[in-house]
């Protein structure tokens, strides 16, 4: 009798304690984001300050003070799969996937107490790692139809969409993570206008684009890359708004943190000006970047923007001393294209895609074109091509 009243209190004090600390993490960075449908279930069974960084952080940032927090609680916590689980997805926002396979090994090693949506983002997690895109979409999409109510997992299946350039059926994903919640605060959930509006303005639908770029440029986190989105949208139609008014509004945006870079700036408005396939102004800018600072991102976008513009041999010539790393190496290789000498375009190519762990779909587009023209050798050459750096 006495032991089972010693349990009975037992019980009763670690309830009163949980109660205590819920009420104390409900004011730290979860405050003011409530736990809904869309929240995964590893979130209502067993909430950790890493946790909360992964699906609601704040900044960017966040992502890797998760993966801080989370190694400390594997440490202490060696058994519980849906640390590790949380660990492995924390390091592929950092892209360690080394390490993220070895987390995920353990999630699998200790799986016996994962439930079904867990051990799907457990197959999810794995193909990712493994670079297997077409597994990574399978395992997605049945988790849609598992956990149709999770916002993360339809924002999961638009970025790898995305990211293998299937634009029509990541917007769609976009769009049901969207539907689930479109006015949450944290990064990632407001992230979710950015993906949507550039995957409508890369599937080619312009006016789709421009209106889904809208409810993001009003969420404070997300509002200067939405505006980019919705002016490019804006002037792709033709709008007559005055492209001053569109780069004066664009600085504002931009110039609100310490860490403002003038050729960086200059350098995504050269970008923008590529996309939009002015490639004078693509290159006014781009120049004026690259004269402030002669880095590697405002090298290759001068590079790029001379290649398409007719002047390859120039761009060739400005990378010739920079780090030959995968966009230089991609952009010589796009340059010598333009100029008909595709075995050199291949070369370059291949070795661009040699210096990647993990495959990357620009490379491959470019390398595919060539590959055709190699192939094919009277074959017109393509139009201009989107912008690489994306």
Not at 304 to 325: C, D, F, M, R, T
């Amino acid at each position: 009798m006495l032991r089972t009243f010693i349990n009975i209190c037992c019980v009763a004090l670690l309830l009163v304690c949980l109660s205590a600390c819920s009420k104390f993490a409900g004011s730290d960075l979860s405050e003011n984001i409530p736990v809904n449908d869309s929240t995964p279930i590893v979130d209502k069974l067993a909430p950790s300050a890493g946790h909360r960084l992964l699906f609601n952080p704040q900044r960017r940032s966040d992502y890797a003070d998760a993966v801080v927090l989370l190694e400390d609680l594997t440490q202490s916590q060696p058994t519980d799969s849906s640390l590790w689980l949380d660990l492995g997805y924390a390091y592929t926002t950092q892209n360690k996937f080394e390490q993220s396979r070895a987390a995920l090994a353990k999630a699998d090693q200790y799986s016996r107490s994962l439930s079904g949506t867990k051990l799907g983002w457990l197959a999810a997690l794995n193909a990712r790692v493994a670079d297997n895109a077409e597994k990574e979409i399978q395992a997605w999409n049945a988790l849609t139809k598992l956990d149709p109510k999770n916002r993360w997992v339809w924002y999961q299946l638009g970025s790898i969409l995305y990211r293998t350039q299937y634009y029509d059926e990541a917007s769609s994903a976009f769009e049901n993570a969207l539907l689930l919640d479109s006015r949450d605060q944290a990064w990632a959930a407001t992230y979710i206008h950015y993906l949507n509006a550039k995957s409508y303005y890369r599937a080619g639908k312009l006016k789709e684009s421009l209106q889904a770029s809208l409810p993001g440029q009003r969420i404070k986190i997300t509002e200067r890359a939405n505006f980019y989105r919705q002016a490019m949208a804006e002037l792709a139609l033709g709008s007559d708004k005055k492209v001053s008014e569109i780069i004066q509004k664009y600085r504002r945006l931009s110039n609100k943190g310490r860490s403002f870079d003038e050729s960086i700036f200059q350098t995504n408005l050269a970008n923008f000006f590529f996309e939009l396939g002015d490639y004078d102004s693509a290159i006014d800018y781009a120049r004026r970047a690259y004269e402030l600072k002669p880095g590697q991102y405002q090298s290759w976008s001068l590079a790029y923007a001379l290649v398409e513009s007719g002047n390859a041999s120039e761009a060739i010539a400005l990378l010739q001393n920079a780090p030959q790393k995968l966009h230089t190496l991609a952009v010589k290789g796009w340059a010598y294209y333009r100029l008909g000498k595709f075995n050199q375009a291949q070369e370059l190519l291949l070795a661009a895609k040699a210096s990647q762990a993990r495959i990357h779909y620009g490379v491959e587009r470019d390398l595919a074109i060539v590959e055709s023209a190699l192939a094919n050798p009277g074959t017109p050459q393509v139009p201009s091509v989107r912008w690489f750096g994306d």
